[in-house]
């Protein structure tokens, strides 16, 4: 129920974001492609900076992206885990209140989050850090690079002043650019979590068919009841003549843990029962409210 909760609630929220990521990766990738054309047609020299400096993000991209898609993982596992213990703490509230339980509630509490933050949400965040600062330094170092081998063209004759400062710039606002788009690349491989997660939900088996089955069942067996009933001999309705009956019930959780199975019981209406159990033998409060 919390994996739903949260499928439905935050999942949903980051899935739908996708769009708005899609379209923002495709405007900065023809900026990036104008720029660079421009830039290749005024300085052809400055080619391998180019190819350089998208190869290095590339590789930075493909080394990050698994462990900053683990830690979010792990920061939403932390999440899931917070709030399947609010949800066991509200509904086991009035025991936790009348037990007088309620200061060692909040000390537990207060540990798992601390434990989420500690285990969760700061290993993200430094990993945020220091992807973000990456395509920063990258461009000044690239700018660097270039100023120090492209400077004895200049003095040469090579390479006009101008073409020289424009490239500069140029290279500033690429990487502006790659940092843009390698922000929307994390923001997109977070996001297939949650789509994933949605897809794994909705297309989970249902149980419509089971209770159709068990539905019709018990219609035929009331039918066939009712019709072997002696009406005659009925004072009343027809319907509270007719005996309880519970035919071959199993009940499993979890697809291998089993309480019961094959219980029948045939029990007369107004009757007074006690249902009793051994001591290796569990189930007789599900069976009650089954």
């Known amino acids: 129920a919390a994996e739903m909760k949260t499928a439905l609630v935050q999942d949903v929220l980051e899935a739908s974001q ?6 923002e990766l495709l405007r900065v990738l023809i900026r990036l492609s104008i720029v660079i054309s421009v830039t290749l047609g005024k300085n ?19 080394c990050r992206g698994q462990s900053y898609l683990a830690a979010c993982d792990a920061e939403g596992d932390c999440q899931l885990g917070i709030e399947k213990f609010i949800e066991m703490t509200c509904d086991s509230y009035n025991m936790i209140s009348e037990y007088s339980q309620r200061p060692q509630m909040n000390e537990l509490f207060d540990q798992e ?8 949400r700061i290993p993200k965040q430094q ?9 920063k330094w990258l461009g000044p170092v690239f700018v660097a690079l270039y100023i120090a081998t492209s400077t004895k063209h200049v003095l040469e004759g090579k390479l006009s002043v ?12 690429i990487a502006g650019q790659f940092s843009d788009l390698y922000k929307i690349l994390m923001e997109l491989n977070v996001l297939v979590g949650p789509l994933r997660s ?16 068990t539905f019709d069942e018990r219609r035929e067996m009331t039918r066939r ?17 007719i005996p309880l009956k519970i035919v071959n019930m199993r009940m499993t959780f979890k697809s291998d843990v089993t309480l019961f199975r094959d219980v029948s019981i045939t029990i007369p209406q107004g009757a007074l029962i006690a249902i009793t159990q051994d001591k290796l033998v569990k189930g007789r409060t599900t069976l009650l409210k089954l």
């Open 225 to 241: 009841a009712r019709a072997s009933m002696n009406h005659g001999s009925i004072g009343g309705v027809v319907e509270d003549a």
């Open 44 to 62: 052809p020299k400055a080619w391998w900076i180019l190819l350089l400096m998208p190869t290095l993000m590339a590789c930075w991209i493909r």
């Open 162 to 173: 101008g073409s020289f400062l424009a490239t500069i710039n140029i290279l500033r606002g």
């Open 18 to 23: 996708c769009y708005t990521h899609a379209v």
């Open 127 to 135: 990993m945020e850090m220091n992807n973000k600062y990456f395509p």
């Open 113 to 120: 989050l601390w434990s989420a933050t500690r285990n969760g």
């Open 198 to 213: 949605l897809v794994h939900l909705l297309n989970m088996p249902t149980e419509v068919p089971i209770h159709k089955k």
